[in-house]
């Protein structure tokens, strides 16, 4: 039987010490700082992006169906069941003057341009089927006015503003401008975004006011005889002035006229007028025999040649009756 020696024993001792010197020496290394932040940068999107996906969760809009245009609808358009459709918007943007149902919109009438997709509101129709007629007073009358772009302030104008109404006439070669009426309502006209969507160009430059009778006379008349411009007024203006109108002399200053009368006036010496010549008297009548008998006798014998004779100093004249 064989025998251990200690040589044989020294050696497996002396690795099982070695290796348990160098577990424990791992187990009390410090962690490396890189694994760390890895870790750390990992667990953060983690977080990030379940938190967005929670937001994302409990943050869907909810949405309402409203009625809104289905085509271009232009000022007096009488709705119908093919002019309006169905459109969802988020809720937050719902108004109580939107409509749920075509029901409360049909066969009314608008009062502005409304573009496709657009939401039909209340305040854009007129109150009931009556349309433009029952939002007339008593005294007032309705009259549209085939108007330029410029007369009515590059179609700026809009459905519910005042306006003056101005006309430019002629007399002779001359040009006066008038403001005719002030204050006035504008109940219908083109805006600019309905000129716009027909790309730039207006088929109806049309404006409807709303006028007393009298008014309505003379802006008719004006239209017929001379321009018409549409001056826009503040809201909040209801001031009417007393206007003497405007002719090509207003456009010119003081030292003008003052020029042309010292240029084309000359100086002359003023002319009295003079009484009118009164006749003189007729003469009185004067008998033939009146006039043979205020007449002297003739000369019997006229003298005819007369003759002098100079002697010396001394002179004679002989005088020689008519044979």
Known sequence: MATLTAPDVVPVLSRERGFSQAKLTRKGSSPNPIVLFAIAVVVLLVVAGMWRASQNNSGVEK????VAAGKDLPAGTRIGFTSVHFMQIPKRYYSPSMALSPVNF?????????????????????????????????????????LSDDSQVGHYITQGDRVDVLVVSSKGD???????????DVLMCVPKDQTLSKG?????????????SHQAEVVSEAAEVGKIRLVLRNHLGRIQKHLFGADPADL????AFTE???VTTPATTPVLPTPDLIPPPPLPAVSNTNIMGALPQPVQQPLQWFVEVISGSKKETYAFPQK
């Not at 949405?63 to 409203?66: K, R, S």
């Not at 007129?126 to 007032?140: P, Q, S």
């Not at 040009?175 to 204050?183: A, F, G, H, L, S």
């Not at 730039?200 to 007393?212: H, I, K, P, Y």
């Open 63 to 66: 949405t309402i169906t409203i």
């Open 106 to 146: 049909i066969g009314r009438m608008t009062k502005t341009y409304i573009p496709m997709g657009e939401p039909i509101q209340d305040t854009m129709l007129f109150k009931d089927a009556g349309g433009l007629a029952a939002t007339l007073e008593n005294d007032e009358r309705a009259i549209t006015l085939q």
């Open 174 to 184: 001359k040009k006066y401008t008038k403001t005719i009426c002030q204050n006035i």
């Open 260 to 262: 042309t009368h010292a």
């Open 252 to 255: 010119l200053p003081s030292s």
């Open 200 to 212: 730039g160009r207006s088929e109806q430059n049309s404006v409807t006011l709303a006028l007393g």
